[in-house]
């Protein structure tokens, strides 16, 4: 496929952006503050697949619509088929959330090509995951990072834990996790979180300068070179601990006091990030 292709496709709730050798998935749900339902991630990945199969694509953007990011998994008692069906197969949701959370987030970590998150706004729960995987994050300054879950829904952080592995700092990593830390972009860019923070107004043209500098290599060698950073987190054990993670959450799904904080909170009709930050 030609280098100079530009076209534009409307999946849904995710648009796929083709331009030289810049693809752009953008989150396009902004009504829903682009949280991740079955149907996001699903399109997310065929515009990955669209992205890897492209051999004119050297470096893949990830942003979001309207005012944010994306604010996490959508909270809905049938929002994710793949819940059904699992529990309808096997009597528990241990295959249902692997389909929703572990594939997905190993498969945008294992992804093969350069990826930048464009971060303004929201970037919570599995929203963050999204936001802090790629290799290169750049936010805006209004920006903030936050994983509600362990106060918020009972749940060990997300599916498939990435923050011991994304902060590389052990007391960091816990706060965060244990308190439902909320981050500011230069908070998260003084952890180490992000590459760069920027004014609104500059968050995209600074984005795409840094995908045209990138794609500049070949794409043989940027897809090595990222391999190599991959495969030095992978023998660390960060994919193993990711499949563990998700393992872990098939438990606590069931444990009588977790179950106990997700009865309230949805009696209370409140969001993950309200229940976690509440005094």
């Known amino acids: 496929m030609s280098e100079n292709l530009s076209r534009t496709e409307d999946l849904g709730v995710v648009r796929y952006e083709r331009e030289g050798a810049i693809a752009r998935i953008v989150l396009n749900w ?17 515009c990955l697949d669209e992205a890897r199969r492209d051999y004119g694509v050297k470096v893949v953007i990830v942003k979001g619509a309207g005012k944010g990011f994306c ?12 819940f059904a069906d ?14 929703l959370f572990l594939w997905p987030t190993l498969r945008y970590w294992e992804f093969p090509k ?14 963050t995951y999204w936001a802090l995987l790629p290799e290169l994050t750049i936010a805006s300054d209004d920006a903030y990072f936050q994983m509600p879950l362990v ?27 244990y308190t439902a830390q909320t981050l500011t ?16 107004d500059e968050l995209e043209s600074v984005t795409e300068e840094l995908a045209v500098s990138i794609a500049r290599a070949p794409l043989s060698t940027l897809m090595a070179t990222k391999s190599m950073l991959v495969r030095a987190w992978e023998q660390m054990g960060m994919r193993q601990h990711l499949e563990l993670s998700a393992d872990v959450m098939s438990v606590l799904e069931h444990t009588s006091d977790a179950q106990a904080l997700r009865a309230d909170l949805l009696a209370r009709q409140r969001l993950p990030r309200e229940q976690a930050t509440e005094s």
């Open 30 to 46: 902004p009504e829903r503050a682009n949280a991740q339902s079955s149907e996001m991630v699903r399109q997310v990945d065929t």
């Open 185 to 200: 972009a230069a908070e998260a860019l003084q952890m180490g979180l992000v590459n760069r923070v920027v004014p609104r």
């Open 114 to 127: 350069p990826m930048i998150a464009q971060v303004h706004g929201y970037a919570i729960g599995g929203g």
């Open 86 to 99: 699992s529990q309808a197969q096997m009597g528990s949701n241990y295959q249902g959330s692997k389909e």
């Open 151 to 177: 106060p918020g829904l009972g749940f060990a952080g997300g599916e498939t834990m990435i923050e011991p592995w994304v902060f590389m700092n052990y007391k960091r990593a816990a706060e965060y996790l």
């Open 71 to 82: 604010a996490g998994h959508v909270i809905a008692a049938d929002a994710y088929p793949e």
